[in-house]
């Protein structure tokens, strides 16, 4: 076998074998050493290659894919700092557990820490954010290799892809010549469907004399609370659903648990808890004997806060593999389990002598709050209330991306239940404003429609991209909020203690015109300045195929102002005309 035999034959066994496993995406950025990793996908029909050139836009695309597709991805990328631009996006996709899979090219051995170009120290790039780190052999001339690179690459695929999800890293150093040669005979069968690794995973329960124990406890308390945060489990949902309904429990619904939306019964849904939290009074009024947590801890900072105050509240995690979750020190009971197994050993137990008054009353607070937040009839531009008009306007079975800063804030507040299919996703796992608008894109690669909402500096962080909604044509409506600057930081004390260098530091105007931007992209672009013509606008973006930018202009000191009186009036009504459970 020869130079190229060895290489061609080494690389296209890693390739066919990822798509064994089930590998249908990658990302790859030009480079040279990475030639046979880039031929030999764009050569492989049954894995679609996407290309990127900006490499952090690259992995945050790849991100949004898989979060999409709930599969693994494969990025490729050139030796040097193009591999040091996937950082982000692998830190992000280890704090809210996606697969991906980083195939870095490398200098050969012998070019390693001796001055060679476009040569860094690519081993153990990524630190811990990988759950896995291999770095392959350089392509042997004998016929054994196989069986080594199918073995790798179907562990990368496995490692990536079990529980807790996270990046796997393999490097490839690469010798020159780097050009495969794809007429060689046996070269893959993409027909085989067989890994060369089958692993076969049980799912965690609990011992039934654990789950004896644990419910012999609920029966000693009153009033609980089922709590839900970011989490994709669909099959989880149902049981945790079921386990409210027939427990009799409020559900505190993040908007990232996909509970808030669908066609299902809703009725202990609590979506405005985050308002009723906003104040001391209030959360005394409603604090629990104790609070069951699926998924991740919520977005809600009141939540937290409330938690923090009450550490006689009994705390329950529950995680479907391994990791602690619990960031304020809360004393807690970690319950490694399957979320649907654990609601479902739950419920054949006698359902606990919990408050009968106690679910009816979060009904009766949701809906006091959720009357002072609905939009009004002004034709003022208002930040909450956009995401009302989006909710009644977005397209049914859709997915709705959202960004950090206030538009998660917002969604949280105003994202009431519906009916309508939405799929809610964020990036929400180390709250980057980088990589918002690829990561969306990359949810737009497999989705009908994706709706993206952000802020203007998520916007302007990551324009580069939106070169992929003109190259692939993926359909995205982009509700671009710009309050000319960070709006969140207004929120904070040094905004109202008139500090130096407020808007220098933290308020950061931009004075950009975004309109050139999305030209450059050949996009569709409005500024509308009332409600109606914004829902016309929006209206015809979900027409338009492409790209769609909706920028709606705002203050961000109005903006501070206008959520205040919202919180202010809710506690006013809950602490006045309202009992509230814990007053009796
Ligand atoms: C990569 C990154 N850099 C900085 C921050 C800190 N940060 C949090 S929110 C924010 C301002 C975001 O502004 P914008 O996207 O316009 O949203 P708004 O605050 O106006 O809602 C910044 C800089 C971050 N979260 N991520």
Known sequence: MNHTESLTRFVTSFVDELYQNGLRDVIISPGSRSTPLAMTFAAYRSVKHWINMDERSAA????????????PVALVCTSGTAAANYYPAIIEAFYSRVPLLILTADRPHELRDVGAPQAINQIHLYGDYVKWFHDMSLPELTDQQGNYVRGKAAAAYKIANTANRAAVQVNFPFREPLVPDFSLDNLWDENKETAHLEVKQGKKQLSAEQLIALHKQFLTKQKGLIVCGPMEDQQAQKEIIALANAWQLPLLADPLSQLRSGDYDKSNVIESYDAILKHKQTRDLFRPDFVIRFGAQPVSKPYTLWLKENPQIDHYVVEEAEGYREPIGHQSTVIYADPQLFCQGLITNPVPYFDQNWLKEWQKGNSIAKKVLQKSASQVITEGDVVQYIEEIIPNNSTFFVGNSMAIRDVDTFWFNTDKQIRILA?????????????????????????????DLSFFHDQNGLLMTKRYSLNITIVLINNNGGGIFSFLPQAKQDVPHYEELFGTPMDLDFSHVVELYEGLYESPTDWQTFKLALEKSYQTEGLSVIELKTDRSDNVAWHEEKWQTIASHLEGEYDGPNRK
């Not at 945050?60 to 709930?70: E, P, R, V, Y």
């Open 60 to 71: 945050f695309f790849a991100l949004g894919i898989a979060k999409q597709t709930k599969r």
């Open 427 to 455: 990036n929400r796992g180390a709250n980057g404003i980088d990589g918002v608008t690829s990561s969306a894109l990359g949810a737009a690669s497999s989705a009908e429609r994706v709706t993206l909402l952000l802020g």
